[in-house]
């Protein structure tokens, strides 16, 4: 298994296990022994329309652990002051966890041709007030 990458914005990216089953694969998905994991608040499934973009969104406490268990999905960092720039890609053909601490800027683009799933396994329950969303246009995708 390849080894977990650190970011400059504090993400961190570890590869996940695929074990494939004749009757169906099985996908790791976060351990309560891992260090990203940082509590559990809720877990919940996104889908991405091919093309589409969501995003720009900081959390205040909430850490996300992101999935990408069918299709392709780009995600865009920023850190909190907006001067580091990362892009991550994952999906079928980079089976890993993107974890994203509080504080990180992050949109994310739809980039398989069909579905697109998205997991995040939360550290805390959802709470729309430790959050900011901003409008893609404040920050360049991808730059």
């Known amino acids: 298994m390849d080894e977990i990458t650190r ?8 590869p996940l296990r695929r074990i494939a089953n004749p009757k169906g694969d099985v ?3 976060l351990k309560a022994s891992e260090e ?16 589409v973009t969501k995003g720009w969104k900081r959390h205040s406490l909430m850490t996300l652990n992101l999935v990408v268990p069918v299709g392709t999905i ?3 960092l920023r850190s909190e002051d907006g001067s580091v720039a990362e892009t991550v890609r994952l999906g079928e053909a980079r089976y890993a966890r993107l974890t994203v601490p509080p504080g990180v800027w992050m949109a994310f683009t739809g980039i398989g041709n069909s579905l697109n799933l998205l997991l995040n396994v939360a550290s805390i329950p959802h709470d729309p007030d430790e959050a900011v969303n901003l409008p893609l246009e404040h920050f360049p995708l991808g730059q």
């Open 7 to 14: 970011l400059a914005t504090g993400a961190v990216v570890t």
């Open 74 to 76: 780009e995600f865009y």
């Open 36 to 51: 990203s994991f940082k509590g559990f608040g809720e877990a919940y499934f996104s889908t991405v329309v091919p093309g």
């Open 27 to 29: 996908y790791h998905g």
